[in-house]
Structures are given as C-alpha cells and as structure tokens.
C-alpha cells in the first residue's frame, strides 16, 4: 500500500493514531479518506501507466494502430474529437471546442481526488495538534469511562467515576500551579478541551459543505443535489420517447473519406 512508504505513512496515518476519540460521525470520515486513497492510486495508475481514457471509434480506425493511440490522447487532453466536413467548401477540419461539448475533468480527477483526501484529513490534523494543547489524555479518559457501563453494581461504577473525576481535577490543579506565559489561563480553563472538540466537528461539517460545492464546481453542474436528482432518475426512469434521426444535425459529425465517399462518425470520450 501506498501508506507503508515511510515518509507518506507517516503523513497520513499518524494523526489517526493521535486522535483516537471517533465518533460514527469520525468514522464516516475516515472510512471517506480510505476510499478516496483508493481511487486515487487506482484513477492515477491508469492515467500514468495504462489507458487513461478510451474513445469509441469506427471499426477501420480502431483497426490502425496510429489513429487509435492519437485519437486516444486527443481525446484526453481536448475532452472530445470532432472532425467535420464542410459540405459547401468541400474542406475538413477539426470542430470547435465549446464548454458544452468537452468534458476538461479527466486528466485532472486523480489530482482533485489528492486534493480531497487532504481536506478530509484536515480535521484530524487539526484534533491531534489540539489534544496536545490540552494536556489531558482524554483517549484515556473517555475508554475508561466505557467501562463503567460494563460494572455489575452501583458501587463499581461509583469508585470509576470518582477516579475520573480525581485524575481531571488534580490534572487543572496542578496546571494552575504551574501556569506559564500570557494565554495560559485560555488552555487551563475546564471548558478548554469541550471548545476544541466543538471547533473539530464544526470543522468536520464544514468540510462537507466544502466537498460538495467543489465537486459541483468540478463536475460544472448547477445544482448540489445533483448526486440525489442521478439516483432518482435511476430508480424511477422516465418514458423514453423514440426519436426519430434527423441527417440536418450532420455536422455534429466526424467525416473520413472511405471509397470514394464520405462516411460520417462521432467519437465519444469514455473512462
């Protein structure tokens, strides 16, 4: 795996090994980190080191070896290929590019895919940074007060919670006997730890917030709700009215010079 290099293992795994207070909110998180790094090996493999992208072509162009790689990479860098004939100057040439026939996204999805792994990250970067501001083991504290609920009696359970309370009261005893600098009455304060923790899920919401406009940006949709409008089309399909083929709409066509005549072909870009 690409997290056993040493230097990327410990970029990414050290801060799930700092923060160890999860959530199923956290956990939905960091299953999300561990999908996306899986897509990004997989997209970023096939970009550099297999197909990245294939086009649907005519038999006697697939057939030519030549053609099929140059329309390949054509169609990687340019989102589609179009070659038109003009049937009144009787030229050819490339078609026009416009925003609504390319798709630009694919060369860069590994990348955007990189980019969200980092900001899924980000929050617990920022948890682990905040637990050693705290000083206080709250790992510890939160697994030992699991127990309690596993305690038979009333007495058990009680001698757990005085312990707790002990180890958090001696732990902002001692701080304040030992104070240092000006904002240290900011990081010994009891409700320190709770403000942090409040700060790291508002983080974590915020960065959904984020992730969906960007993926909409990237995508070039209008709507966020994209993903559910998709999934409901799927589940419930419209009546497909059969359209008949109009021979005016030639020119969204690519034209090659075959026997004589001319045969009109479009290729489509696909993953």
Request: proline share 4%.
């Amino acid at each position: 795996m690409i997290w056993e290099i040493p230097i990327i293992g410990d970029f990414i795994t050290k801060p799930f090994k700092a923060a160890k207070l999860y959530e199923f909110y956290d956990r939905l998180h960091l299953f999300t980190v561990y999908l996306l790094g899986f897509f990004v090996v997989l997209t970023g493999a096939k970009q550099h080191f297999g197909n990245p992208i294939d086009c649907m072509l005519p038999k006697q162009h697939d057939e030519l070896r030549s053609w099929r790689e140059y329309i390949h990479n054509f169609c990687l860098f340019y989102g589609t290929f179009r070659y038109e004939l003009n049937n009144e100057t009787s030229t050819s040439e490339f078609g026009s590019y416009t925003d609504d026939a390319t798709i630009n996204y694919y060369q860069w999805v590994p990348f955007f895919f990189a980019f969200q792994v980092c900001c899924f990250l980000l929050p617990f970067w920022c948890w682990a940074f905040m637990q050693k501001m705290i000083y206080l083991d709250m790992a510890f504290i939160v697994e030992y007060a699991g127990r309690i609920n596993k305690e038979k009696t009333f007495d058990e359970a009680k001698e757990k919670v005085d312990r707790i309370v002990a180890y958090m009261h001696d732990h902002f005893k001692f701080r304040r006997a030992h104070k240092m600098g000006y904002f240290a009455w900011i990081t010994f304060n009891t409700a320190f730890p709770s403000v942090l923790y409040g700060i790291t899920k508002f983080l974590f919401i915020a960065n959904v917030i984020l992730q969906v406009n960007l993926v909409c940006k990237f995508l070039d949709v209008d709507s966020w709700t994209w993903g559910f409008d998709l999934l409901e089309k799927f589940l419930y399909p419209a009546p497909r009215n059969h359209d008949f083929f109009s021979w005016s709409d030639k020119k969204k066509f690519a034209s090659v010079l075959a026997d004589g005549s001319y045969n009109r072909f479009q290729y489509f870009p696909i993953l």
